[in-house]
């Protein structure tokens, strides 16, 4: 069989082909030369395939979409409160400040605009930001010398607002080897597959998915995606978080990425950009997929199966007269909420008790501590406890094989068998 | 079994119930005189479960709370388009601009500032407010008289508001009757488990979780909690979404509401108000039930079991030599796509193909669709595929208990079975 | 003889009349139906002398014209720091902040935009601004109903202004009352030659140039005409300071007025407006009385004569041997000056000093208080000194005809002689 | 006798001295070293008299002081329609607007703001800088070097917005090189009496009062004290304008300077500085000089003689019978428009006419205008017009001795007698 999903990313990308309004990036004369009609599409899932149509190949620079990742990188390396107090998380509207900075203390708004960018990129080194980068990718990231050298003779504002940082106290570093490292930063030669598999490692937590290495610790992804949400396209960031509902950053050489925190990275490449500076064709094809697959972070599922599948009466043996209850599916907050409504309506009547996560697919770490304590308090009102967890879901033993106890907290230990 | 959820609630409470920071709204001198030292706090899940804690049944006004759920009643009635041409969705800093409209056209940024709400309450009449906040809450909600009278005669601020949408032709009633329904709008009387649920009901695409009823269409929820998101929280959006990660809205007389897409809406009451204008204590709660229960939207949830629990080869009966394949979990995209692939990498070698869904236990909309275009291709390219759904999780079929054929698209249907 | 200035006046209507560019203002009917093609241009003297030309007797509403008196009338009524503490001076571009209030305080910039003037004109009643608006004129001004209603009907940016401003505690009254009055402020209806006396009364320190009627105290001109310097013309006040340098102010009807301290007040009626609201006429006529009579408050006059027209040896008579000074001129802080150097350089070396004062034809309050201030030196150092004063430029002396003598501080009295 | 002028500058500083409130510039090292205690103040006459009071010896940095004088270089070589292309004329409240410029076109709001004076800069050489400053001052100014050199190495804030400047294409020229010569410009060594004559300067129109040099075209001098008037002192420029009245420019090392047109020149030195970074004790004094001697430019002067001191008929000598009419005082508009009004109610009913100038001690270009047309018509009229002009007020002759006909206009030639 031919996987339908290539097929229907090149659909996506005819559908959104046609549409040949929207201006390269003039103020950068080496990307006001790029060939206008590329386009091309990738998405990477978080267990590692990865999916690439168009002109998947051809490499442009990141430009802006490298601020997310050396936010990232700053993150992990100073932890979030030092950088909060250098860079803030509120959205901006550009029109009524320059500069973007907060009256007063100078700090940028946030990390998505060139002010924070700048200072986010002081805090880090460079080779850091290349490694990191390249780590983000999978792959050794090159620099476009061309572009590198055309956008720093162009680079006066960010030298101005690199200097306005400086005399505010919030870069330290000298103006002009930040702007240069940041426009070197810019600068990197990356593919749709590459950033396809960059935004994956952040909907992935951190790891890549293919190389498995960790790049970033799995909150910086968080804080990184949670300000790409309200601050990552140019201009119209509650519009876009509105009608698209992904994480996203835009870049002016074209690019386009979007996260989905635990599913998939995104990214396009279409060179022609919009009044606001995002790619016409790269915002087109994000609706689209956003409507097509539901991937609206706000998008409500439908209502799945109960977690309890079922009770059964246990016959008198090794567990004496009792019940077992067989769960499936996710044991997570609402699936927990359940199951504990459940025990407490109707609670057991005899002695054992038997859990049985066979069918259980997922264990969120609140269902898992949710669990625990309905344990807990099934021992603490007399019941012989017993939970069966053949493929060891709740990550009880380092040992795969062997049956065992699980601690419940307040000394309570319950068995776990690893066949029903 | 006591269920342990309230006692975690009633923990939270504890826990962040010793800080006695903020100030009492002081600017309606109705509400000045609430008690500051109140607590409360409540959640209701989607499917109907709700805990409530502390002073959970008073009652106070429900305030800017009311804002979203009118810009839900607003585009159920009129439709988003209709209601973007009045208020926009970008988040807004006060601090530059005193009325937050766009310059120019007098478009409100958003409809969770005042200019935006009392746009939004135009659209719509009072009676539809009333009964619609009802249908939310589940109960027939009251007017607080008193507030409504204070705060009627200190609504000067909204009242030039109003005068000045009038004069932009963005609200075309009489300023003074808008001012007056948008105040009366939010003197409703709520408690925190209306609150709770009236969340829920966003939180559960528009379908109140006890109730059953349709306030408002599923698109629409995803409108009102993507704007929540970005702009909810007083003046500090950016921080919210980061640090907390759920649409939320506060109110001045100390509620504050959160809605977890899916899962479940919270609303928390402390009268004690930070510079902002949130609850200090209900912003500590949110915090800490974000931090332990891993509320962010932007958690990335730990790895799930693949989709595909395994492929087994068929005896040469009824369907010929083969392989069944079990999947378990959710089919969503994620899941599927794995599949996909593991169709596409090792295709079935016999004509009969199998896909089992006993033990599936959510199918996600985008999911279905690619499980039916795999099979539409299985049978393209030749196999005679079954499906195996006994609790009719692709919602095959009106009755529930007969076999039957799916239409796959393309003129192509497959057999489904409701036993293994 | 035919005085010249009529024919000046008519031809710089000719020569500014050719330009039909600018449009009636829109937003009010009933200014929207008004002749765009009328033209008027008065002048009147502080001495009381007018001339006007083109159609001097259309009479229009006063509009925004009206806002500089109501200021005087509101300064005269409550004093400076009153007035300041409601209103303030500064000049404010409407771009970044619709209402021009203060952030923080809410207080109006300055009177000279709707937010001031409102402020001002709730300070004062609706009769203060009737009679010293007739008294600013010299006659009854009468009110344009049909304006008026018209006007109140598009009053909702007013509106909105009065409930903000009732909102900060800058306006105490019914903020729909202020409205209404500040609407009948405006609507009054005044001919430009009405509008030339208004600002003479002005220029004139506040005494009508006809009537002789104190309308406010001369150090509120000063104020107001300050205010008007830099506030008074729509977005554009550097641009028209820098370029005609006439305190002056204009309203959306087509008057534009202007002041000049000592001198004569200026209208011009012409209704077609530019982008700022300013009359497009008006303000080339006034640019173009600027230039050729001088009238810029920053031109630099040509040096005048020294006040010290001569010096002679006095016959030993009467006064004893000595020296007689003859002044000239004005009596001001410059020319005083010279003539201190003088007596200071080459000092009298004989007893009688006579200052001459035949020739003098103004004595500013400065030149008056050094000329005394050097007569009580010359006394201290030995020296008899009369002023001869026929015309009793010093004020010296109630009766007109008789000789005395006059107090120059310390208990020292000098003889003034009247005649020479 | 001894001048009582300096006792009352000496006055004037005791009684503002006592003030020791504000603080020294912090963020300049070099001038945060400043003797806080330095007080001096300096006038200096249109007519060259100079005086000069307190510390008036002791040299500081002219800093933003220089702003006006650089423009008038800059106006000098450039013109005002070129300069004005790249800075603008309008106050600008920089609360708003960290760099003050315009939004979409980058100009600066005014050339007395940073970033207007960085353009001026940018428009003129260093040594056109020098030698223009040094023939204002009419001596050689120095360079502080150690001022020059810590400031640039605080200039940061400059450094941004010249390179903000040079991105929105007003500044051409290298960004640090312009800061470099800016900061030059500012650390020039001046003392009180320098800053009073330098002011003095443009009082007089352009040309020193005590050398003679034109140092800029009188009509340069007009347009730098009108954007003086509107923007001179930091972020309080109608307060100023309204409460002193006089052109003026401020700068942090405690310099402060006023130009009254065709009067004086003043300044102050006392470095510390108000929040808004004006001179504390500098401002008081200025305070106060205006109160005292009337400076205020709004001031309405007490009303003069009329211009026409009396008829007299003539006897049937060599001019016939007829009329003569002595002039006095100031051929000024106000004054002639006096002229015309009597000879058009009381036209002369003999054939002679004589206009006797010898009691004029001034004559404006536009009194002068008027005269010329007031006898071109009486001459029209058909009398026969003799001028009387002693001392060549008409300025009518090269030769100061000999009688002669002047040309009124139309061919007329009017006889010119310089006795009576």
Redesign the interface.
């Known amino acids: 069989?031919?996987?339908?999903?290539p097929d229907y990313l090149t659909e996506v990308l005819d559908v959104c082909g046609g549409d040949g309004s929207g201006e390269l990036a003039a103020y950068i004369p080496e990307l006001a030369q790029a060939d206008p009609d590329r386009f091309a599409l990738a998405l990477a899932?978080?267990?590692g395939?990865t999916y690439a149509v168009g002109d998947a190949d051809v490499a442009f620079s990141i430009q802006s979409i490298s601020k997310p990742f050396a936010y990232a990188l700053a993150l992990a390396e100073h932890g979030l409160d030092a950088v909060l107090e250098k860079v803030?998380?509120?959205?901006?509207?550009d029109?009524?400040?320059?500069?973007s900075?907060e009256?007063g203390t100078g700090r940028p708004f946030?990390p998505m605009i060139n002010a924070g960018a700048l200072t986010v990129h002081a805090l880090i080194d460079d080779e850091t930001v290349r490694r990191g980068f390249s780590a983000f990718a999978g792959r050794d990231l090159e620099l476009d010398e061309e572009v590198f050298t055309s956008e720093l003779e162009t680079a006066?504002?960010n030298?101005?607002?690199?200097?306005?940082l400086?005399?505010h106290g919030i870069v330290e570093k000298d103006?002009q080897e930040v702007v240069e490292g940041y426009t070197r930063q810019c600068s990197l030669l990356v593919t749709v597959r590459d950033l396809a598999l960059m935004a994956a490692t952040l909907?992935?937590?951190g790891v890549h998915p293919v190389s498995g290495e960790r790049v970033v610790p799995?909150e910086v992804?968080?804080?990184v995606?949670?300000?790409m949400?309200?601050?990552g396209m140019y201009d119209?960031?509650?519009?876009w978080?509105?009608s698209v509902?992904i994480?996203a950053k835009s870049g002016v050489a074209g690019g386009l990425i979007g996260a989905l925190?635990?599913?998939?990275g995104l990214a396009t490449f279409s060179p022609r950009l919009d009044r606001h500076g995002n790619s016409v064709r790269g915002v087109q094809v994000f609706e689209r997929l956003s409507h097509?697959?539901?991937?609206?972070?706000?998008?409500?599922?439908?209502?799945?199966?109960s977690l309890v599948r079922g009770r059964t009466e246990l016959p008198g043996g090794k567990t004496g007269h009792g019940w077992a209850y067989e769960l499936?599916?996710?044991v997570?907050?609402?699936g927990m909420?359940?199951v504990?409504?459940y025990?407490?309506e109707e609670?057991p009547t005899e002695a054992a008790v038997v859990l049985d996560l066979t069918?259980v697919?997922?264990?969120?770490?609140?269902g898992r501590r949710?669990l625990l304590?309905?344990v807990r308090?099934?021992v603490q009102?007399g019941h012989d406890v017993t939970l069966v967890d053949p493929?060891d879901?709740l990550e009880a033993f380092p040992d795969d094989h062997a049956d065992g106890d699980l601690d419940a907290g307040d000394g309570i230990e319950v068995p776990v068998v690893r066949h029903r």
Not at 159 to 164: D, K, P, S, V
Not at 236 to 239: V, W
Not at 292 to 305: F, I, K, Q, T
């Open positions: 069989m031919r996987s339908p999903i899932t978080v267990d395939a803030g998380v509120e959205p901006s509207g029109a009524f400040n320059e500069l900075l009256i946030n006066d504002r030298r101005a607002i690199a200097f306005m400086r005399s103006a909907a992935n937590g799995r992804t968080r804080q995606m949670a300000v949400a309200t601050c119209a960031a509650g519009d978080f509105t509902g994480p925190p635990g599913q998939a097509d697959m539901g991937m609206h972070l706000m998008e409500v599922p439908p209502p799945a199966r499936q599916g996710s997570n907050f609402v909420e359940r504990l409504r025990l407490t609670p069918r697919h997922e264990v969120r770490d609140v949710m304590e309905a308090r099934l009102d493929e879901m």
